[in-house]
């Protein structure tokens, strides 16, 4: 994928992941992962915006 949006929305989800694994800061986490995704969401395809879906899920579950 060549969207930079795209990129840093699944880094964003995975650093949230971790800092929930790690007992840190998952509510400030989780709300930049947000972000991100709905930026990314807004200029993506249809291929990335399912995988950022999937992304979105992901994220539901930390919350």
Same mark, same amino acid.
């Given at each position: 994928m060549?969207?930079?949006?795209?990129?840093? *929305?699944?880094? %964003?989800?995975?650093? +949230?992941? /971790?800092? @929930?694994?790690?007992?840190?800061?998952?509510?400030?986490?989780?709300?930049? *992962?947000?972000? %991100?995704?709905?930026? +990314?969401? /807004?200029? @993506?395809?249809?291929?990335?915006?399912?995988?950022?879906?999937?992304?979105?899920?992901?994220?539901?579950?930390?919350?």
């Amino acid at each position: 994928m060549s969207n930079p949006l795209f990129r840093e *929305a699944r880094q %964003a989800v995975h650093t +949230a992941k /971790a800092s @929930s694994a790690a007992g840190g800061d998952v509510e400030s986490s989780v709300n930049k *992962a947000k972000n %991100a995704l709905s930026s +990314a969401y /807004a200029n @993506s395809n249809v291929e990335e915006q399912r995988q950022l879906r999937t992304l979105q899920d992901e994220l539901n579950t930390l919350q």
